[in-house]
Structures are given as structure tokens and as C-alpha cells.
């Protein structure tokens, strides 16, 4: 099995084996599913004894390092997340998205993107964890501590290191290596360093929750926003959480919302940018999508529902590139059957969610970026195909597999769309999308795309050139426009 970007690999095992392919890895038994059949089935009809994660010694001795079973109850916990990021819960945040699609657009005006590779991901950080601080806190990214936004990312990445496949011996496929001394064990030493990096910057959440819970108490009429923490805060107080959360658990719980929802949605975007910037007649297509329905102006998020092709864009770099290729892993809880097969308790799963959106059968050129498959239906699917199952709407099957399946489908799925189709709304209204001059650009996914958890371009920086002064204009005046929406909503201004 490769360290790097074993999907490939997943993905000839399939073609070889067939829709079910499973390994011995040390003392654990590992399953790939390869279908959408496969993954309803197990996924979500058996969601009650297949939707456990995998719960690591190097994240609960050495990251987190705390007693496992209080490890397990803040990880359930997470689960708050979906108030913020999920279907439902969209709808709250969609004027602060706009501010910060607007202000993001604004930025690019100013050389934000102009192929500087520091200021283009500075600029897409800001714009990426703006939103969800404010939903999980109630506070401002302008509010926290200088460099917060930089500290928070080099943690993420510090984190992944040392999760990624071959980072660390697999003390979990073999025990004995987790009695190796320190003096011979690096791992240990990064991740006492990663534990370190988390705890530093997750108390910055409970301290900035606790801002607007004081002024939630004193004028709850001046906060025209409920963020996830300070309603926490005011419902234990209240005695309406009959089991309350410690302080450390809050932390935990600020943490997954503003993480869970920035390295999806930055990934997502800046891969929609490359592919706009490598295939120009798609992004010719996005504008007049754009234009039709917008106007003079750039678009509101109350209107981004009328957008066409542009959803189809995002859909489509989701499968062309998705974000988490061979998705998180789900364990078994008991020993089970399907069909001839036999699964004894604690195999892992995995759906590849790279080969399930390259059958040829199904899709036309799978390796191509064809927006245009998901103007014939919702599933990217050939005509013929779709035409052919009548029941197709209900057959179990998914728009997207990068954000998982069943119980443990990412509850930022919605948010991270969102996010995307807004701001690049904005962007591709205003701006011709440029491969920068000389620059290194590649959109192969062997040799342009990063092999980490999260697939994004290894160069992701593209020119961004107003497409005329007018727009130009409408980009400083809609800026200027939503400015204020998060201070009148946490009751700044008030």
C-alpha cells in the first residue's frame, strides 16, 4: 500500500478484484467498497453497526492524552457541529458568507491572488475561517490574536503529519511499537508537539465564546446571531442540558466546528480556480451563468439557488478532484454477513470515493472535468444511464462521495458548497481566471495535486483580471455593502 495518494492504488485494485477488495494489515482486516450499491447497503441501511470510527493510540495517548472513555464522549459530541453546517443550519450564517465572499472578491482587486502564493492562501484562509469562528464563538477572526488564522492552519497540517498513512510506524496494526521509548520513537515526540500546537490555540475558543455570552446575558436583544458556544453556555446555565459539557469538552467541540468546516471548503475552491483556469471555455460557461442571473451586480446569497452551471462546476471538481478521495474509514461493531462475506467485528472500511465516480460504464470520460454531466441530472451520470433506472431518485445513491456516506456523512458538506458557490459567484462574475505568467501548472493528479489527507493543487495560485471597470465597481460597492453584516449581527454596532 503506497504512502502517497493510495487511491490509485485503491482504485487498480478494483478494476482487478472487483467491487469488494479486502486485506489482512497486521492484526486488522481493511474492506474497500467500490460502488454506490455497496455503500448504501452497508453505510446506510446498516448505519447502526457500521458507522464507528477508528479511534487511534496516537490520538488518544499522545494528541488528545486523556482517559479513553472521556476521549469517546467529547468525540460524539462533535456532533454539534451539524447546528452549524448543516442543511438546516446554512441558512444562519448565509449573510455573513456574503460579507466575507465580498470581502474576499474585494481582496483580489488588490493583488490578492496575482500569483503570490502567500497572499492568495493568506487571503483564502481569512475568508475560509471567518465564517465558522463566528458561528462556533461569536467572535470576529479580526478579534483573535495576531497571526491567529496562520496558527491555526500550521497545527492542522502539524496534525496531519503525523496521521497520514506511513507518517508513524502503524502502532495500531501492531502493538508492540507503542512500548518503544521516546529516545527511539520520533512520532511520540511530534505528537507530544502537535498536542501542544492544539491546546495552545483551542483555548482561544472558549475565551472568545465567553465575549458574547457575557453580552448575550447583559442584552440578549442586541445579538441578532446565535453562535454555537455562547448558546451552549446560556442553555447549561439555564439548566436546559441536563448533561453539560466541561469546559475542556467545549474546546473540543469549538475546535471540530472550525476545523471540520475550513479544510474542505478551501480545498474545494481553490481546485474549482485551477479548473477554471485550465479549461477557460468552462469558466466562459460559468459567466454567462453568472451574468443571466445576476445582472449589474454581483449576486446575493438569497439568488445563488438560480445559478446552473456554476453548481454543476463545483459538483463536478468534487468528483473530478474530490476533497478526501478514499474518504474516513468506518469500523464494525460486531461480526456481520453480506452475501458470501464474512466480516468479523472491528473490520474497517473504506468507500473509495475516487473509484466510485470513475466507472466508465456509468460516467462519460470519468477523467475529464465536465460539468455539463450533472445538467443532465443530479448524479453526473450518462443520460443512458440515468434514463435507464426509474427509480434512480431513490435508489441510495449520492451526488457526492467526498464527504463520506450514511451516519458519518461530513456535517459540513452543505456548509462548504455553500461557501464555495457564493464566493466563487462573486469572483467569476467580476474576474477573467488566468493561468499565472511562466507559472508552474500541472492538473494531473499525479503530478498537480498534493497526496495529504485533503486533495489540493501543489499550486494552487491563479490570476485574477477584472473582466471591465464596471466590474471592478460592483466589486468595491458590494463590498462595501455587506461590511457591517457581522457587527450589527453580534450586536457591535448596537
Known amino acids: 500500500m503506497p504512502v502517497q495518494k493510495p487511491y490509485l492504488k485503491f482504485h487498480q485494485w478494483a478494476k482487478q478484484y472487483g467491487d469488494i477488495v479486502g486485506l489482512n494489515a497486521g492484526i486488522g482486516n481493511l474492506v474497500f467498497i467500490d460502488t454506490p450499491a455497496l455503500v448504501h447497503v452497508l453505510f446506510d441501511k446498516r448505519g447502526a453497526i457500521f458507522s464507528n470510527r477508528p479511534v487511534t493510540h496516537i490520538l488518544i495517548k499522545h494528541v488528545f492524552s486523556g482517559p479513553e472513555e472521556k476521549i469517546r464522549r467529547v468525540l460524539p459530541a462533535m456532533a454539534q457541529v451539524q447546528f452549524i453546517l448543516g442543511p438546516a443550519g446554512i441558512k444562519r450564517p448565509l449573510p455573513l458568507l456574503e460579507s466575507e465572499a465580498a470581502s474576499l472578491c474585494r481582496k483580489f482587486i488588490d493583488g490578492g491572488g496575482g500569483g503570490s502564493s502567500s497572499d492568495y492562501e493568506q487571503n483564502l484562509r481569512h475568508w475560509a475561517l471567518a465564517v465558522p469562528l463566528i458561528a462556533t464563538t461569536g467572535e470576529r477572526l479580526s478579534d483573535m490574536p495576531a497571526g491567529y488564522a496562520d496558527k491555526l492552519c500550521h497545527s492542522q497540517e502539524e496534525l496531519l503529519s503525523v496521521l497520514l498513512p506511513g507518517a508513524a510506524p502503524p502502532v495500531d496494526i501492531f502493538p508492540v511499537l507503542k512500548h518503544v521509548p521516546e529516545i527511539l520513537a520520533g512520532w511520540k515526540t511530534k505528537a507530544r508537539y502537535v ?16 465575549k458574547p455570552y457575557a453580552q448575550i446575558e447583559k442584552n440578549p436583544a442586541s445579538v441578532g446571531f446565535d453562535s454555537r458556544l455562547p448558546k451552549i453556555m446560556k442553555e447549561q446555565a439555564a439548566g436546559l442540558d441536563k448533561d453539560k459539557f466541561t469546559e475542556t469538552e467545549l474546546v473540543y467541540v469549538g475546535q471540530a466546528a472550525v476545523e471540520a468546516a475550513v479544510d474542505t471548503t478551501l480545498a474545494t475552491f481553490k481546485n474549482l480556480m485551477v479548473a477554471f483556469a485550465a479549461f477557460t471555455e468552462k469558466l466562459v460557461k460559468a459567466q454567462e451563468d453568472v451574468d443571466r442571473v445576476a445582472g449589474g451586480e454581483p449576486l446575493s446569497g438569497e439568488r445563488i439557488g438560480k445559478l446552473v452551471y456554476l453548481k454543476a462546476c463545483i459538483s463536478e471538481v468534487l468528483r473530478w478532484r474530490p476533497t478526501t478521495p478514499q474518504a474516513l474509514p468506518h469500523v464494525l461493531t460486531r461480526d456481520e454477513h453480506l452475501g458470501e462475506y464474512f466480516f468479523p467485528k472491528s473490520t474497517m472500511f473504506i468507500a473509495n470515493a475516487w473509484t466510485i465516480r470513475r466507472n466508465e460504464e456509468e460516467y462519460d470520460q470519468p477523467y475529464h472535468f465536465i460539468p455539463e ?3 443532465d441530472n443530479p448524479f453526473g451520470l450518462r443520460p443512458s444511464v440515468a434514463a435507464a433506472d426509474k427509480n434512480l431518485e431513490n435508489s441510495g445513491r449520492r451526488a457526492l462521495y467526498a464527504f463520506g456516506s450514511g451516519r458519518r456523512q461530513c456535517p459540513g458538506e452543505q456548509f462548504a458548497f455553500t461557501s464555495v458557490l457564493l464566493a466563487a459567484s462573486k469572483v467569476v462574475w467580476a474576474y477573467d481566471i488566468l493561468i499565472p505568467s511562466g507559472g508552474r ?11 495529504g489527507t485533503v486533495t489540493e493543487p501543489i499550486h494552487p495560485e491563479v490570476i485574477f483580471k477584472a473582466r471591465s471597470e464596471k466590474k471592478r465597481s460592483g466589486v468595491l460597492a458590494d463590498a462595501q455593502r455587506t461590511q457591517d453584516i457581522p457587527r450589527d449581527l453580534l450586536g457591535l454596532n448596537f
Open 195 to 210: 498536542r501542544k500546537l492544539l491546546c495552545d490555540g483551542a483555548k482561544n475558543y472558549l475565551v472568545g465564546a465567553k
Open 373 to 375: 454531466g450533472f445538467l
Open 441 to 451: 501548472f500541472n492538473v494531473s493528479v499525479e503530478m498537480g495535486f498534493n497526496y
